[in-house]
């Protein structure tokens, strides 16, 4: 009994556990109040969401997971050590014999009596140490945790991955926010001229130098903006949803962003690489995945394969006690096992290994293309947006001096309240295209870096 509390004292682990508990972000985590506002800073904003945003933690605990599985790959290496206490209690004749060669207490004597076929009860105890160790296994080992490995990285990849996508979508939100915040000050705009618009018509009116539908027109006009506003403040509210959501913050004071630099000069020359798209991480995820699916058509293979393993034991036996040492035993030995015939299965299972291992190649390679491919038209999408920004920034003040001159011959009675309107819709319509021209350029830029794509600019 001494011993098997030795050994079991000597193998025993005491482990301990702290799980780390994230109380959530703070407002000024992801930027700074002012008055009943929150300001939100980009950079805190993408920061926020890689610290604290649930699904990337997710993420992170399946990484963690696969990195488990890879250690466990060292099984198939690795000796299987085992203790054991066991406590029979048997009235079989047959039973009752082995126990007692087992405690090295037979009587040859008894077996001239009527006891050997009824001993009645008899207690035996069972003190174990036993050794398994594979030695060969046809490769299924090996390739085995290679495999676990592989998936290992793949995950690893994959969390890089995740955490790329947490940062796209932070700036999608930053930038919807930027975006629902600058149509609100057009729009404010638009409906502070078109309030002006009412008063110079309803003063025209009253003189007599315009028709009630002048006013009428005006009024239209001016209640079509108002709801223009209330859906694009409705927009901000989303904005801020969305962020919300991101970075697992709570608040109900309304954000606005902060004033940032723009990402670049529209005016300057950009070169897209969309060949850089090779080194993102899902698609070197997607390789490490074909390759351990390759390794798993080989474990398959091992199945078909003798096994070979040795295996030792040894044993104390008792009849008086629990754990107890009155006679002791050891075993030795070595075991080839070969399942020839398993009804097709391993056969069945090979060919589906391997069938599994060409499918994530092709997928490997689908999805390396395909990268490219969304490269290239992030890179263009971005070409495109920096053009339009060009176009809105000249189309804003030809707009502007347009009503301007419209706004001046209303007033003398050269132009119709038609006219005016039209032109106040063109110059507002203009100024959104500028504000989302801006959005589209930083969104495109946000884009192509999620895309793998590189990108270099040079002033012009």
């Known amino acids: 009994m001494k011993r098997f509390l030795t050994i079991l004292l000597g193998l025993s682990l005491t482990t301990g556990a702290a799980l780390a508990t994230d109380d959530g972000p703070d407002l000024s985590d992801i930027g700074e109040v002012r008055g009943d506002t929150l300001i939100v800073s ?24 696969a990195g488990a599985q890879a250690l466990g790959g060292w099984r198939g290496f690795l000796p299987r050590v085992s203790l054991g206490a066991y406590k029979l209690r048997s009235d079989d004749a047959l039973n009752s014999l082995g126990f007692s060669l087992n405690q090295r207490a037979f ?25 398994q160790q594979p ?27 995740a955490g790329d996508t947490i940062r ?15 149509y609100g000050r057009v729009m404010e ?41 209330i859906e694009v403040r409705n927009m901000a509210a989303v904005a801020g949803e ?17 004033t940032d630099t723009p990402p670049f000069d529209p005016g300057d020359d950009l070169a897209i690489d969309p060949d850089a798209a090779a080194g993102r991480a899902d698609i070197a995820a997607g390789l490490e995945q074909a390759a351990a699916a390759d390794h798993m058509s080989r474990v398959a293979r091992g199945a078909l394969l003798p096994h070979l393993n040795l295996a030792a034991e040894k044993n104390w036996y008792s009849g008086d006690g629990f754990l107890g040492n009155e006679a002791d035993s050891w075993t030795v030995g070595i075991y080839v096992t070969w399942d020839i015939f398993a009804g097709l299965e391993n056969v069945a299972g090979l060919r589906k290994a391997r069938a599994e291992s060409r499918a994530a190649r ?12 969304e490269a290239t038209q992030a890179g263009l999408e971005l070409q495109a947006a920096r053009e ?29 309240m038609v006219d005016l309107l039209d032109t106040q819709a063109a110059a507002t319509q203009a100024e959104g295209n500028l504000v989302q021209a801006r959005h589209d350029l930083s969104v495109g830029l946000a884009r192509l870096e999620y895309s793998g794509g590189a990108l270099n600019v040079a002033a012009n």
């Open 42 to 65: 980009r950079d805190k904003l993408i920061r926020t969401a890689l610290e604290h945003n649930e699904m990337l933690s997710a993420s992170d605990r399946m990484r963690a997971a």
């Open 107 to 131: 009587d040859a004597a008894v077996m001239m009596t009527p006891a050997v076929n009824d001993p009645g009860e008899v207690d035996h105890n069972i003190t174990q140490v036993k050794l």
């Open 135 to 161: 030695v060969f296994n046809g490769g299924m080992a090996l390739y085995g945790k290679k495999a676990a490995n592989a998936m290992s990285r793949a995950a690893e990849l994959e969390h890089e991955r």
């Open 168 to 182: 796209y979508n932070a700036v999608q939100a930053y930038e919807g926010l930027v975006l629902a915040r600058a």
């Open 189 to 229: 705009a638009a409906l502070a001229s078109a309030e002006g618009h009412v008063r110079q018509a309803r003063s025209m009116f009253e003189n007599e130098m315009v028709t009630e539908a002048d006013l009428l027109q005006a009024r239209v006009y001016r209640d079509a903006l108002r709801q223009k506003l």
């Open 242 to 258: 969305q962020i919300e959501l991101l970075t697992a913050l709570e608040t109900d004071l309304p954000m606005a962003p902060a």
């Open 362 to 373: 092709y997928m490997a390679d689908f999805k390396a293309r395909q990268a490219r491919v």
């Open 388 to 416: 339009k920004l060009l176009v809105a920034l000249d189309s804003v003040a030809a707009a502007r001096e347009g009503l301007r001159i419209v706004e001046n011959m209303y007033r003398e009675g050269l132009a119709s």
